[in-house]
């Protein structure tokens, strides 16, 4: 059985420090659960940003 594996992030986080370890979580069968320090904001990666 899975478990619930909280992250804690904010805008423009290093896209691999977070998507890398999340998917391997997934994979594991767990579920994650991203939480940002404002309620209802929408984070976006550093790679996202670049030009």
């Known amino acids: 059985m899975g478990k619930k594996i909280a992250v804690l992030i904010t805008d423009e986080f ?4 977070f998507t890398s ?5 997934r994979k594991a069968g767990h579920e994650v659960i991203t ?6 904001k929408t984070v976006t990666g550093h790679k996202a940003r670049r030009p």
């Open 14 to 17: 290093e896209d691999s420090e």
């Open 21 to 25: 370890p999340a998917e391997a979580f």
């Open 35 to 40: 939480i940002e320090k404002e309620a209802g």
